[in-house]
């Protein structure tokens, strides 16, 4: 279970202070962020939520495994967590999709290919490095 942030030293700590936001050290949730407008956010996009031919997926990782979230009201919980995180920067934002691995059962290269490639399919510009 992910540590609770604690939002003024997260906010408002120097850039050297590890509690501080800028030292990527501890993420904020869409519970810690709700209602708030921050000058740039930087989203990681996981296999948790996933567009293929039909539409969007929502998953949970469950044992040693993604399984479809069946439930209506908890696929709604993890489009709109989305949504949050994807709204909060007022200047811009960043979405970092993690890279694949072949040795990780859990992290399919094909299905963060497929969220990568699906992103920059809307607009969004990668930026220099392996995948842009």
Do not use: H
Not at 16 to 35: C, I, M, P, Y
Not at 56 to 80: H, P
Not at 94 to 103: H, K
Request: contains cysteine; glycine residues 8%; proline residues 4%.
């Amino acid at each position: 279970m992910k540590a609770k942030i604690e939002p003024a030293k997260w906010f408002l700590a120097a850039t050297d202070d590890v509690r501080s936001s800028d030292a990527l050290e501890d993420a904020g949730t869409e519970f810690d962020v709700q209602g708030l407008e921050l000058d740039w956010t930087c989203v990681c996009w996981d296999a948790n939520y996933r567009r293929d031919a039909d539409g969007w997926q929502a998953l949970q990782f469950k044992g040693t495994r993604w399984q479809l979230v069946s439930d209506t009201a908890r696929q709604a919980f993890v489009a709109n967590s989305y949504r949050v995180l994807l709204t909060r920067g007022r200047q811009g934002l960043v979405v970092f999709v993690p890279e694949g691995s072949a040795e990780d059962i859990t992290r399919p290269i094909t299905v963060y290919d497929a969220i990568f490639d699906f992103l920059n399919s809307c607009g969004f510009d990668p930026l220099p490095g392996k995948g842009g």
